[in-house]
């Protein structure tokens, strides 16, 4: 089975801007979560989407946003975006039934 | 905001010579699970821990797990070279969602050849 993928790996873009990043789960996997990660406050959680439905969201102000598509991939928005916004975000994906995360490479954002 | 920490925050050990990192978490969890990341890539999965189990295996790897200390360990048996990367402990917290993880600050190990 193919990985989790995600694009783009890596991403510039200045301040005010807005970005899109893409996520592919593994095949049949309809569980996909998004979390930053930065030096100065490690890894957290963004959100989850399971059907094409957020069930749960992390502590992260409303210019960070999700959808996900019928066939499980998802995209994350992040408008007007700021300097602190600069980070590896990474997707991960789950089975139905498992608990266990399965995280793709990462795409790395810088905002200057 | 992290769940917990974990320590040494950096490790460095000789090839042969075993690892052992901490992870402590604040509140109730379901399981615990123990990552890996290779120099700023994406996270691999080692090992998970339910709240009910108290050790687990998994080939070089052993994992405890004592939920009245709210603690963990992960311990590298042999380590070899290729072991160089950053740990990350992460729970799942009970009542908040199956996988919102909440990970620990990391153990920086680095293997010497």
């Known amino acids: 089975k193919a990985g989790v993928t995600q694009t783009p790996r890596y991403l510039i873009k200045t301040r005010g801007q807005q970005v899109t990043l893409s996520c592919s789960p593994i095949s049949g996997h309809r569980s996909v979560s998004w979390y930053q990660q930065t030096p100065g406050q490690g890894l957290q959680f963004l959100f989850e989407?399971?059907?094409?439905?957020?069930?749960n969201k992390g502590n992260f102000p409303g210019r960070f946003s999700g959808r996900q598509f019928s066939n499980s991939r998802s995209e994350m928005n992040v408008s007007t975006l700021e300097l602190g916004d600069s980070a590896l975000y990474l997707c991960?994906?789950?089975?139905?039934?498992?608990?266990?995360?399965?995280f793709g490479p990462g795409t790395r954002l810088l905002v200057l | 905001s992290q769940q917990g920490e974990e320590d040494p925050q950096a490790l460095s050990i000789q090839e042969g010579e075993n690892a052992t990192m901490n992870c402590s978490y604040k509140t109730s969890i379901n399981n615990l699970q123990w990552y890996r990341q290779n120099s700023g890539r994406g996270l691999v999965h080692l090992i998970l821990?339910?709240?009910?189990?108290r050790e687990k295996h998994s080939g070089r790897l052993r994992v405890t797990l004592d939920t009245s200390k709210k603690s963990s360990s992960l311990l590298i048996t042999a380590s070899r070279a290729a072991d160089t990367a950053s740990y990350f402990c992460a729970t799942v917290q009970r009542g908040t969602g199956r996988r919102a993880l909440t990970f620990g600050s990391g153990t920086r190990l680095q293997v010497q050849p």
């Open positions: 991960a994906s789950a089975g139905a039934a498992e608990e266990t995360q399965y």
């Open positions: 821990i339910r709240s009910n189990e």
């Open positions: 989407y399971f059907s094409e439905t957020q069930r």
